[in-house]
């Protein structure tokens, strides 16, 4: 550890103490670059990973059958008698 301590020192030296507000500038845009590039390939190994050990998830109403209710005004009929009608509900207006 003392040595990466002595040559950001060193550099310090040579660049910081010259121009701290252009070092400063630097060094953040650095630290940003190292950081954001480092937790993007994290992304990168995260999605592989899990594409590769997930199962896909069930497919749900895939084959749902026939309904089982009956008679008039129930989900499977809502016509009157062997008519079926179907509508898009009406929006209400004070919908957003």
Request: net charge positive; no cysteine; hydrophobic share 30%.
């Given at each position: 550890m003392d040595n990466i301590m002595d040559w950001l020192?060193?550099?310090?030296?040579?660049?910081?103490?010259?121009?701290?507000?252009t070092s400063l500038i630097v060094v953040s845009v650095f630290g940003a670059i190292l950081s954001g590039g480092s937790w993007w390939l994290i992304g990168l190994k995260y999605e592989n990973d899990s594409a590769r050990h997930s199962a896909p998830p069930p497919r749900i109403g895939v084959h749902t059958g026939p309904a089982t209710t009956t008679g008039n005004n129930s989900p499977a009929n809502t016509g009157s008698g062997n008519v079926t009608t179907y509508q898009r509900p009406e929006k209400s207006s004070n919908t957003r």
């Open positions: 020192k060193f550099l310090y030296q040579l660049f910081g103490s010259k121009y701290p507000t």
